[in-house]
């Protein structure tokens, strides 16, 4: 959340995903009872931005939660915002003008409400934003994959099935509520601060050339070129965006002494911001193994797992994707 104010939680349904989110936002000091945060469920028939802020019709504009939200959002704390299910519909769709806006002045212009053409402004301090976004997923065949708009902004965070315990309670219980702090902007910002230049990862720009490598489609006919398939290269860039958030959040990593380290910070952005981008067909081959091996000489253990998983997916299913 340092480096990036959306975090998307991904997997099946019943594993934690929505307590999770909401055990982080009560830990800054966020209640779903009071102003600074919001539940909301995404529905499949989400296709604009009307549906997050609001809609107008003969009798004038109806704001959404959300919309009230950062419309009387002070500039001295925290907002969380949880969408739960997240793609049951194209997230792209109702969600590219507040990516627009989170990217740029934090300016959102809804031209169908009632601000006469003033517009309305994401929550900032001192300008650091202010919003926090929780996602979650589940991809199954009601879901939506989440475009790369979305995935290069976003650290994807699997939440795995745990093993059952011997016993199991006969009532369902709220999630232990860990104790309320508030985290003061301040506190926020010195957590956030960071020289001007930051040397990026060597494991992170060899990876680079990996992915960003390309080869041109083997000529002949069309029935040999099924046959070199497997021989050609895909090419996957990864952007700007991406390498400057996985050295930030290294960066943080760091100075975070006797949690995480340098080689497990990279591990897991490899597993959060770079995987999730990786899907196509067999022209996938040669860049995977190429990765596996360069993740697997840096014993980056997490990501050379998950890729392991894409390998094998590509050996029987011709189709490798981190989300299958």
């Known amino acids: 959340m340092k480096v990036r104010p959306f975090v998307v939680l991904a997997g099946p349904s019943g594993v934690g995903k929505s307590a999770l989110a909401q055990l ?5 000091g966020g209640s779903l009872d009071g102003q600074d945060a919001l539940r909301l469920a995404v529905e499949a028939n989400w296709t604009d931005s009307r549906f997050l802020f609001g809609r107008r019709d003969a009798q004038g504009f109806h704001p959404t939660r959300f919309y009230r939200l950062l419309q009387n959002a002070p500039s001295d704390r925290l907002f969380h915002v949880l969408l739960d299910e997240m793609n049951l519909a194209h997230v792209e769709y109702y969600f590219a003008q507040l990516l627009s806006a989170m990217e740029s002045d934090g300016q959102l212009w809804i031209h169908e409400d009632d601000r006469g053409g003033v517009p309305l ?3 900032m301090g001192n300008n650091l934003p202010l919003l926090r976004i929780y996602g979650t997923i589940n991809v199954d065949e009601s879901t939506q994959i989440l475009s790369d708009k979305v995935v290069d902004r976003v650290n994807v965070i699997e ?8 016993h199991v309670s006969s009532v369902r219980k709220r999630a232990r509520r860990i104790p309320r702090f508030h985290i003061t902007l301040e506190k926020l910002r010195e957590w956030q601060e960071a020289d001007d230049l930051l040397a990026v990862p060597i494991e992170l720009r060899e990876i680079w050339e990996v992915m960003a490598r390309r080869e041109p489609i083997p000529s002949g006919t069309a029935n040999e070129q099924s046959d070199s398939l497997r021989q ?4 996957i860039p990864i952007g700007h965006r991406i390498i400057q958030d996985i050295t930030l959040f290294v960066h943080y990593a760091e100075r975070l002494k006797g949690t995480i380290g ?3 910070a990279i591990d897991l952005q490899i597993l959060q911001r770079i995987l999730p981008k990786i ?3 067999v022209r996938l081959n040669e860049m995977l193994k190429e990765l596996a091996h360069l993740l697997n000489k840096h014993q980056l253990h997490r990501s050379t797992k998950r890729l392991q998983r894409m390998l094998d997916q590509l050996e029987f299913e011709q189709f490798a994707s981190f989300w299958t």
């Open 262 to 264: 340098r080689k497990d």
């Open 24 to 28: 982080m936002f009560e830990a800054f």
């Open 232 to 235: 050609t290269r895909m090419c």
């Open 159 to 166: 939440v795995e099935a745990q093993a059952p315990s011997p």
């Open 121 to 123: 402004q994401l929550p």
């Open 279 to 281: 899907r196509g067909d």
